[in-house]
């Protein structure tokens, strides 16, 4: 039976707008969910109750909204295997990532229920007598909270969770072909206790939601803007808050590299390079785009990558295999417009490319050798299970290659030698470098995030994420009895530089 959800405002469903239905991408026949999507003034409206939910939030102490994170962990854990066949079930990510990435909103709530007792000012001293100057971190307000669904559940908690605890009020707009693994995320967050309103799921396209933004920018009631997605609907997005005097949190897209020095273990960059560029049919905003390998060793490597490929199991994500189908039919469509610009200089290997015979959106996976720096399947990312290949000479070569595209999120190089591991990490302008481990893979604790095309350098995961969902107050406190004036009421001890022993 499919399922019938709706957004969730305030604690109630919205039941009416546009409907639309999420299926199994690899029985696209089967529906998964049934949804119908906001319009605009409903998405804006969410906003409003949320900053009104968000004022006796805010006063929760924080070490009590950290035991409502540590609640969501552990409701996320019992839930472990149910959510991660949702997963599986909706965007056709094989069950064992898909557990991975269940485990991961876990350590992100492990990390973040310590942190309702850190959240840290500091007390400075004063250059005048009888005054003490303190800063506090203080919430932004309500959050809009924009994902994708590559990551349906992973990705989100990096938001949900530090924003929450932080003391804000959110509102999340997932994306539709996701909407059941999100709709039960919801679910589990609210059943942590948290207050109708503080957190609020609103199902709605891309239009209708940068409509709503717009009037809640325009209205006053968001004060932070997180997104993940594509450069370039990143981008409307920047400019949208821009012209609010906003900074956003941008995670977008990468065209990730990965080099492969002469000294390389090529068991090992094989390995990772498979991983990378074809886990999740290649389809994270970490996937490996170009191998950048050295000539000495390019033969050697391209043979063994081929026959790692050709090894490699496409399938049924619900069995054991490196990837299951795309998405969702838009990204399929997306796909193939990539395949064309396959140019004739290009090798393509280790065979076919294109659909897969059979029901499920399942593609060929494909390594294009010989790219060149001016093609487009260098230059731009490309979704799916496509990687391309070319060849260096010097690291520094190897080093412009990988920043010509002009994104920057994650980077790896395989090396046994510390001079080219730290001469790479000096100069790739990737947010994120991998030392003989490949461009996918983020720990909880570590900051994420990219630069140039992947987005304006704000950072996720870690302490890191704390400066998206707080503002730094300062206080001067002064007991003097006086007025006294910074730069100008200050006791001047006089030196006598002119001294020499």
Not at 34 to 57: G, M
Not at 76 to 85: D, I, K, M, P
Not at 107 to 134: A, H, I, W
Not at 246 to 271: I, R, T, W, Y
């Amino acid at each position: 039976m499919t399922r019938q959800i709706a957004s969730v405002i305030g604690g109630k469903n919205e039941p009416t707008g546009s409907p639309y239905t999420s299926t199994n991408p690899a029985r696209p026949s089967e529906a998964v969910a049934a949804v119908p999507l906001a319009d605009a003034p409903t998405f804006a409206r969410a906003c409003r109750d949320a900053a009104e939910a968000q004022k006796e939030w805010s006063r929760v102490p924080a070490p009590v909204r950290g035991r409502v994170i540590a609640s969501v962990g552990r409701l996320v854990e019992a839930n472990t295997e149910a959510l991660a066949r949702l997963v599986t079930e909706e965007i056709g990510k094989p069950y064992a990532e898909a557990l991975g990435e269940v485990r991961e909103i876990v350590d992100t709530c492990d990390f973040f229920l310590g942190e309702g007792r850190r959240l840290y000012g500091q007390t400075v001293p004063s250059e005048m007598p009888d005054k003490n100057l303190f800063t506090f971190r203080v919430p932004v307000g309500v959050a809009a909270v924009i994902t994708a669904g590559n990551f349906p559940v992973a990705v989100p908690s990096w938001y949900l969770v530090p924003a929450l605890l932080c003391g804000n009020a959110v509102v999340w707009k997932p994306a539709e072909y996701a909407a059941a693994s999100a709709h039960a995320l919801y679910r589990l967050f609210a059943a942590a206790g948290l207050p109708d309103g503080v957190l609020n799921i609103v199902f709605a396209d891309g239009a209708a939601t940068y409509e709503g933004l717009e009037l809640a920018l325009s209205e006053g009631t968001v004060q932070k803007v997180g997104f993940t997605g594509s450069s370039a609907v990143g981008r409307s997005v920047g400019e949208l808050c821009g012209r609010h005097l906003q900074s956003p949190c941008l995670e977008l897209g990468g065209k990730n590299p990965m080099v492969v020095m002469p000294d390389a273990e090529l068991d090992l960059a094989v390995e990772g390079a498979l991983f990378s560029g074809f886990g999740t049919a290649g389809q994270r905003c970490t996937s490996l785009g170009t191998v950048i390998v050295h000539r000495d060793v390019h033969d050697a490597f391209v043979r063994a990558y081929v026959q790692a490929v050709q090894a490699a199991k496409i399938g049924d994500p619900n069995g054991d295999v490196l990837y299951g189908p795309l998405l969702d039919r838009k990204f399929a469509e997306r796909y193939e417009e990539y395949l064309t610009w396959i140019e004739p200089h290009h090798t393509v290997l280790p065979g076919p490319t294109g659909r897969m015979e059979g029901e499920g959106l399942y593609y060929h996976p494909v390594i294009v050798d010989g790219v060149r720096p001016d093609d487009r399947l260098f230059l731009e990312e490309t979704f799916g299970p496509i990687v391309g290949v070319t060849t260096f000479d010097t690291i520094d070569e190897a080093i412009a290659l990988a920043n010509r595209p002009g994104y920057g999120l994650s980077s790896s190089i395989y090396t046994t030698d510390p001079k080219a591991a730290f001469r790479f990490r000096e100069g790739v302008s990737a947010g994120m470098v991998s030392v003989n481990n490949s461009t996918s893979g983020a720990e909880a604790h570590l900051p994420f995030g990219g630069n140039g095309k992947s987005g304006n350098g704000s950072r996720q995961s870690g302490v890191w994420v704390l400066d998206q969902f707080t503002r730094w107050q300062a206080m001067n406190w002064d007991y003097s009895g006086r007025l006294q004036k910074a730069q100008m009421d200050v006791a001047d001890i006089t030196p006598d530089l002119a001294f020499r022993l």
